[in-house]
Nanobody, 120 residues
Framework: QVQLVESGGGLVQPGGSLRLSCAAS????????MSWYRQAPGKERELVAA????????NYADSVKGRFTISRDNAKNTVYLQMNSLKPEDTAVYYC?????????????WGQGTQVTVSS
């Protein structure tokens, strides 16, 4: 059974830091691209950061560049999101995503999300 379980969310003051983790199981983690998305109340889900299967190439939303870092440990089937210099507008539910495309099809898996609240 495919599982993506996020952890590490919580309440933090502006300027603070959090590290989110996503533990994956039930699929070949090292062959999937991994991403973090977030969704704030009343807003659409947006891509925050993405990593290729090897972790050699990463991409970030303009709003988080220089503040967030995505990384992965394929030996531990875990992807991380280090979030620094947090702002109130970073408040959202953060979701872990695994995606692999081959033979004209796409496998796409989602976690249940973890709440991040940035507030003084």
């Amino acid at each position: 059974q495919v599982q993506l379980v996020e952890s590490g969310g919580g309440l933090v003051q502006p300027g603070g830091s959090l590290r989110l983790s996503c533990a994956a199981s039930g699929f070949t983690f090292s062959t999937y691209g991994m991403s973090w998305y977030r969704q704030a109340p009343g807003k659409e889900r947006e891509l925050v950061a993405a990593s290729t299967s090897t972790g050699r190439t990463t991409n970030y939303a303009d709003s988080v560049k220089g503040r967030f870092t995505i990384s992965r440990d394929n030996a531990k089937n875990t992807v991380y999101l280090q979030m620094n210099s947090l702002k109130p507008e970073d408040t959202a539910v953060y979701y872990c995503n695994a995606r692999r495309g081959r033979w004209g099809t796409v496998d796409d898996y989602w976690g249940q999300g973890t709440q991040v609240t940035v507030s003084s």
